[in-house]
């Protein structure tokens, strides 16, 4: 991101500063907000039957003829050269199709990293993918083998004979420092933040706080491994992939290969997990340059090792959070600076510093990432990447602040709440953290808790409560479209490229569709998963039910023009202009005259035909530039820390979340408990063992990198205000990230709270407390 | 990958001719061997299916228990004399694995088991003298959160992995192996090796022979003992420190005591030390503490292990207090 991004940012939200809010997209409420049938109902999964019935398709398991399995090589060496490559005894091996190295590989070019300029860049990495004899990372691939089958695949992968010349390679965090970059912008945000004199400040203040705050690296595990089963035809190509990203998937691949756009179709209905980890990485441009060379349709699924070592997971940070505040608990200065990893090839700016920059207010804030660069494979999004880590930093430091001042850390936090965006200036769309705190504490118990800590004991157990603020911005994507078709039966079928993740994308857009087209539940079908349909935006930034709701109610205003034409005069609504009505019982009536109404159906009949479609864009996302659009949680811990061994055993978790309208309570509390769930391994187990004497990672596996297992997970109650967010379609703000964020502040503050042990460092693990 | 016989041993007299080939080796439950083989780590020519042996758990003439071989994991910790004489051995299987492991891990395969040092674990990427002799120790210096405080050499500093065999050590269990030369019983506390010069060697096990059975004496301590596992996480994780401990009071003396550790030894630790300043005196919580530091004080730690004395002392100490019925 540059210079000239700032600028142009900076001038589009000064200019709507400017523009009446009316005239925006958001400027008027979604009509949807106050007529709701379907949405906000607990309405049961739509995918769930055809899941437990195992008859969901995932991409490993698409059926092809003459299909042959690939097996991928990888480098143990981190930075260095190729010397040698026999690949004669795999190639003689039984059932070996093709052995795949730098040698016979296509040459191609790279990938665009992904961006927010070019839509169709997605590249995770702009690495040569094995175009030479390079080796660049640890794990990186060196070697692929297609063979009849899985196992005979694996079989030939060991034969292949490498040595390698190995070079000095970037690895140690602390070292690398010293070269440090200091980027001109984070996302779409200026990068240095620098109001009034926060360090003055901060050395005359009563009351300070300011410390480093480390956390680790982590990585993607969701069940499903990556893969994809693909194939060519002629000049086309088919790939069945599990990515967040369809539309955009095409079209890169369309481009890196040199083929019509049109010529490339990616199929992703169904995605085992994604969490930031399933967009385009090497092994899908391999297997498809592979399936090329070899004439025959191929399946690739990486192992739990190979993800480890080609997907890239979260970076780790050290992060500097500094805050002074005056007698009456007032902020007088928020810093809130850092190190992460981000090689130049890469594209995850991990932005730890993102809810600072809205969550509060303070007289002088100093805020600036610097990043780091390392020989390793590009670190990436993971769930909520920034503020899962950065709200550990600053929400145990205002922890801490609290402590030393004596007070509350609620009611610190509530003193320090901003009325407008504290660096922007841009007011809120709707923001009631002051709520959900109140809502949450009240439910949680907050009450019981004894400001001293180390005063709760039970046996060897010492009991503790800790809360903290979670945070995630408001977003939509550009490039978002959905097409609406209305059947001769009554009937409609909503089409768009987006997938189902597992968060309820199709459920919660059939909800949507019923009730801005007037329909029951059960005559809406949800078309996905298909770079065929109109394209829908990455599934990302938690923006995806936003982005396509937008669409739909673009195609929504669109479809209404269209059938008052066909209606033409001999109908109820005749005259009516297309502001003049609305969707209303399985057709089109009159705002002013409900009783001037007429069916789909009778419309269609008298038109003669079998089906209407139209399909639209949604509008430019202005909205969350105009208005500053967040949303915000209450987490809430109640844990026990052995006073013999210091095991920490969470009992109780409570998310009171802000996150506008909730579409549907039964996915939204799955979605939220998955997130808090995750920040329980962030808190506690999860890390990267990432060995620096070598840049290997060493616990690629489940059973040595730690997930919480069932029985580290408490009892989790979760709550929201469910205000709508008069900007957004819908009301609604995304909810895929926010579940995270807060949660390891709040674990570390209640284990504060039990032992009167400050742990600064994730994961929180017992050595840290004995 | 690499090609891989398998045949099924239909008795215990079959199995030693079968084991005399280059790399032919014993399945059990395949719970670590067969994820070993996937790995690379372990390279057999030939897997010898030996789940069809005695798997059945019996009450000894002396009121002890002789357990086949084959027994599941899970059948052990289920069994009612097991869970009443021998709670210690019932809760140490239990914390071990997941349920569906303890379901197809055997007791033989348990003893047998290998270290889970990701070092050992990493073919491509590491060195590592247990699996490569002579090639070097990547783990010293490295990763050794999970590596031993107490038994280890400058070759090796990997821990024994099992729940199991602490209790079973604590119980002075006897395995019964079978071979060319022969029957004969080995005690649990010579059954696996410390590392020294040759880490690669890990049991006293000779060429060809078979574990047949583990016996478990009578033990006195059923009513006062017990196993403490501590890890990173609430379930399915490997022991940073185990310990089982078993005493007999009489009065509030010592009469008689058992204390084996686990997760900081390349084997399972008895900590005879401890239990030699404590026998006949006093069942006190400074007793406690003074007899766990003597155990701990030959600890030789590690930058990433360095915690485990402390934890191991203060486990120890929390749980003999436990048992005794002392407050702390």
Redesign the interface.
């Known amino acids: 991101m540059s210079r000239v991004q700032n600028v142009v940012v900076g001038s589009v939200r000064t200019a709507l500063g400017w523009v009446p809010a009316q005239w925006l997209p958001g400027g008027t409420p979604d009509p949807l907000i106050e007529r709701r049938a379907a949405i906000g109902r607990q309405a049961s999964r739509l995918d769930g039957p055809q899941k437990v019935a195992g008859e969901a398709r995932f991409a490993a398991e698409v059926a092809m003829d003459r299909l042959v399995y690939a097996t991928l090589v990888h480098s143990p060496v981190t930075r260095g050269r190729i010397t040698r490559l026999d690949t004669a005894a795999a190639e003689a091996a039984p059932g070996v199709t093709l052995v795949m190295t730098h040698r016979n590989m296509p040459r191609l070019g790279t990938l665009p990293l992904i961006g927010v300029s070019d839509l169709t860049a997605v590249g995770n990495s702009s690495l040569p993918i094995m175009q030479d004899g390079e080796i660049r990372y640890n794990g990186q691939v060196v070697a692929l083998v297609l063979a009849d089958t899985q196992e005979q695949a694996d079989h030939a992968a060991g034969l292949i004979e490498l040595d390698y010349a190995a070079e000095t390679a970037r690895t140690r965090f602390a070292e690398a420092k010293a070269g440090a970059r200091t980027p001109a912008s984070i996302l779409i945000d200026k990068n240095h933040v620098s109001i009034g004199n926060a360090e003055r400040e901060l050395a005359s203040a009563p009351y300070r706080v300011d410390y480093l705050y480390r956390t680790p690296g982590q990585n993607h595990n969701a069940i499903e491994l990556h893969a994809l089963t693909v194939a060519w035809q002629g000049e086309q190509l088919l790939v069945h992939d599990a990515t967040q990203m369809v539309a955009a998937s095409a079209a890169a691949l369309a481009k890196l290969f040199g083929l019509k756009k049109d010529d490339v179709r990616v199929l992703s209905p169904f995605v085992g997990g994604g969490f930031g980890g399933k967009g385009l990485w090497d092994h899908q441009i391999l297997a498809i340059a592979a399936a090329r060379l070899a004439g025959r349709p191929v399946r690739l699924a990486l192992s739990r090792e190979g993800v480890y070592r080609i997907i890239g997971g979260r970076s780790p940070t050290e992060q500097r959070v500094a805050i002074a505040a005056d007698a009456q608990g007032q902020f007088t200065a928020l810093v809130h600076t850092g190190y992460s990893v981000m090689p130049p090839y890469g594209a995850c700016p991990e932005q730890y510093t993102m809810g600072t920059r809205s969550l509060y207010r303070a007289r002088s804030v100093e805020i600036v990432q610097r990043h780091i660069d390392l020989d390793i494979v590009p670190n990436t999004f993971m769930r909520a990447p920034g503020e899962a880590i950065g709200t550990f930093a600053l929400e145990s430091a205002v922890d801490e602040l609290a402590h030393a001042m004596g007070v509350d850390p609620i009611e610190l936090r509530l003193r320090n709440l901003p009325e407008r965006h504290p660096i922007s200036g841009a007011p809120f769309s709707q923001h009631a953290l002051g709520q959900a705190y109140r809502d949450g504490a009240g439910r949680f118990g907050w009450e019981r808790r004894k400001a001293e800590p180390g005063t709760r004991r039970e046996g060897e157990w010492l009991i503790g409560l800790g809360c903290a603020t979670g945070s995630f911005p408001y977003a939509r994507m550009p490039g978002a479209n959905v097409r609406l078709t209305l059947h001769a039966d009554g009937t409609a079928t909503v089409s768009c490229s987006a997938q189902e993740m597992g968060m309820g994308t199709a459920t919660v857009q059939v909800q949507h569709a019923a009730d801005r087209l007037g329909l029951p539940i059960d005559a809406i079908t949800f078309e996905m998963g298909d770079s065929a349909l109109p394209a829908a935006p990455m599934a990302g930034g938690s923006c995806q039910t936003a982005s396509i709701a937008g669409a739909m109610a673009a195609a929504a205003d669109k479809l209404i023009g269209e059938l008052l034409r066909l209606a033409g005069n001999d109908t109820p609504l005749a005259g009516l202009r297309a502001g003049e009505v609305r969707f209303a019982d399985a057709g089109i009536a009159g705002i002013a005259a409900p009783a001037r109404h007429e069916t789909f159906r009778s419309i269609l009949a008298r038109a003669g035909r079998e089906t209407v479609s139209v399909t639209a864009a949604g509008s430019m996302p202005l909205e969350f530039l105009k208005f500053a659009m967040h949303s915000s949680s209450a987490i809430f811990c109640a844990l026990r820390v052995s006073g013999v061994t210091g095991e920490v055993r969470v009992d109780r978790l409570l998310g009171s979340f802000d996150c506008g309208t909730i579409l549907n309570p039964m996915t939204a509390a799955s979605q939220f408990r998955g997130g808090m769930i995750m920040g329980l391994g962030l808190a506690l187990t999860e890390e990267t063992l990432f060995d620096e004497r070598s840049g290997r990672i060493m616990n690629a596996t489940l059973a040595d990198y730690h997930v919480p297992a069932h029985l580290d997970v408490p009892e989790i109650d979760v709550m929201w205000t469910g205000i709508p967010d008069p900007r957004s379609p819908l009301g609604a703000r995304g909810i895929g990230e926010i579940g995270i964020t807060g949660v390891a502040a709040a674990v570390a503050n209640a284990v504060f709270n039990a032992t009167g042990k400050r742990v600064r460092e994730l994961p929180i693990t017992l050595d840290k407390l004995l | 990958?690499?090609?891989v016989g398998y045949v099924r041993a239909s008795s215990l007299g079959a199995i030693p001719p079968m084991l005399a080939g280059d790399g032919h080796r014993l399945l059990g439950g395949g719970t670590n061997l067969v994820d070993l083989m996937r790995k690379?780590v372990e390279r057999p020519s030939l897997l010898i299916d030996v789940t069809a042996l005695p798997a059945t758990i019996e009450e000894a003439a002396d009121g002890g228990l002789v357990i086949g071989a084959a027994a599941r994991n899970s059948a052990v910790a289920a069994h009612p004399l097991v869970r009443v004489r021998y709670p210690i051995l019932s809760r140490a299987i239990l914390s071990g694995a997941s349920a569906q492991i303890r379901n197809m891990a055997t007791v033989a395969g348990n003893l047998m088991q290998r270290t889970?040092c990701?070092?050992f674990?990493?073919v491509?990427?590491?060195r590592c003298n247990k699996r490569a002799p002579g090639s070097g120790c990547?783990a010293i210096?490295?990763?050794n959160?999970y590596h031993a405080i107490l038994g280890a050499s400058s070759a090796c500093i990997a821990t024994h992995p099992s729940d199991m065999c602490v209790a079973l050590a604590a119980l002075d269990a006897r395995i019964r192996v079978d071979g060319p030369g022969g029957a004969r019983t080995i005690p649990i506390g010579e059954f696996h090796r410390l590392p020294g010069d040759t880490p690669e060697i890990e049991t006293a096990l000779a060429p060809g022979e078979v574990i047949v059975a583990v016996e478990v004496p009578a033990s006195p301590f059923a009513g006062r003992s017990t196993y403490r596992k501590?890890?990173?996480?609430?379930?399915?994780?490997f022991a940073?420190?185990s310990v089982a401990a078993g005493l007999t009071l009489d009065k509030e003396r010592i009469a008689d005591i058992r204390i084996a550790f686990g997760g900081v030894a390349p084997k399972p630790w008895r900590a005879l030390q401890a239990e030699a300043l404590l026998r006949g005196g006093p069942a006190t919580s400074a007793a406690f503490e003074a007899a766990a530091a003597a155990e701990l004080a030959h600890a030789e730690p590690l930058a990433g292990n360095a915690?485990k004395r402390?934890?191991a002392k203060?486990?120890l100490s929390?749980i003999l207090a436990e048992l005794a019925g002392v407050s702390r």
């Open positions: 990958m690499i090609p690379g889970r990701v070092y674990n990493d491509a990427g590491s990547d210096g490295g990763f959160r501590v890890r990173d996480r609430a379930s399915f994780a940073l420190v915690f402390e934890l203060r486990s929390a």
